[in-house]
């Protein structure tokens, strides 16, 4: 038995393996991954499918629902980040990306790709791919902030509402 075994339920080694898939895997796949029976990681999937953490595809393999997935991700940027830090992040992310265009003389993230086909050394060629990556995730991240921004005081006024809870400020 190693270390992960030990430390862990078999429901948290399904949960945890279930709910990080990058595409959809069969209840046997992750059973394999978790090391546990099937019908035990069958069971927790179910469960999962059932608290609308993960989906069941039309040939029965599971997958993170996605629309959970971005809710919870919008949920946390407004939970742990007040409405300026927010801003200040959109800010930051648009100055490095106004940086890239500048540096490599392009005008959006596709030109830039295109550039991968110039006469290019091969140091060249890897930082060019290492800034369209972060070009990426900084676009997704300003889309899950602008995202955020958009419910913010929705969301802060339902958390607001419970007794106890920490107070999220809805100005500015």
């Known amino acids: 038995m190693d270390e992960w075994t030990e430390v862990t339920t078999a429901r948290e080694r399904v949960e945890t393996i279930a709910t990080t898939l990058s595409q959809p895997r069969t209840a046997n796949w992750v059973a394999e991954q978790a ?16 608290g609308g953490e993960l ?50 003389s392009v005008e959006s993230r596709s030109q830039l790709e295109q550039t991968l086909a110039e006469d290019l050394g091969p140091a060249e060629i890897r930082d060019r791919r290492r800034v369209l990556r972060r070009w990426e995730t900084s676009v997704r991240t300003r889309d899950r902030i602008t995202g955020a921004l958009a419910i913010y005081d929705d969301v802060a006024a339902l958390a607001n509402d419970v007794p106890g809870s920490k107070t999220i400020g809805t100005t500015g």
């Open 55 to 104: 989906l069941v595809t039309d040939s029965g393999a599971y997958v993170p629902d996605p629309t959970r997935a971005y809710f919870d991700q919008l949920r946390e940027l407004i939970l742990t980040n007040d409405r300026e830090s927010l801003r200040g992040e959109l800010e930051a992310i648009a100055e490095r990306i106004e940086g890239w265009k500048e540096e490599y």
């Open 35 to 50: 090391e546990v029976k099937w019908d035990t990681a069958k069971k927790y999937l179910d469960e999962l499918v059932d």
